[in-house]
């Protein structure tokens, strides 16, 4: 069993940035890939980012890919999503999630364990 716990949310200007933390239970975190998925109001909930266990590889969504960084520090059982150049459309709850499985998934129904979310708002 894993809990994860999100912070770092907030509400920033439009080109500023956040940087949200993801702190796990448990002492087999290194084994699980992790994922950062977000859903704004009326929408579905979407893959941003995800990071293999090692975090030796990582893989974004095109609409964050060269602003936002996924890392991971399995010494401290927490993950991170560095948020920069933000845009109002990056405005929604922001989730973090956990795979049983060292290899990195896209896919929300992959992950086995998620957060409570934590919002991101951008204003214009």
């Known amino acids: 069993q894993v809990q994860l716990v999100e912070s770092g949310g907030g509400l920033v200007q439009a080109g500023g940035s956040l940087r949200l933390s993801c702190a796990a239970s448990g002492r087999t975190f290194s084994s699980y890939s992790m994922g950062w998925f977000r859903q704004a109001p009326g929408k579905e909930r979407e893959f941003v980012a995800a990071i293999h266990w090692s975090g030796g590889s990582t893989y974004y969504a095109d609409s964050v890919k060269g602003r936002f960084t996924i890392s991971r520090d399995n010494a401290k059982n927490t993950v991170y999503l560095q948020m920069n150049s933000l845009k109002p459309e990056d405005t929604a709850v922001y989730y973090c999630?956990?795979?049983?499985?060292?290899?990195?998934?896209?896919?929300?129904?992959?992950?086995?364990?998620w957060g409570q979310g934590t919002q991101v708002t951008v204003s214009s």
């Open positions: 999630a956990a795979r049983r499985s060292v290899i990195k998934s896209i896919r929300k129904d992959d992950y086995d364990y």
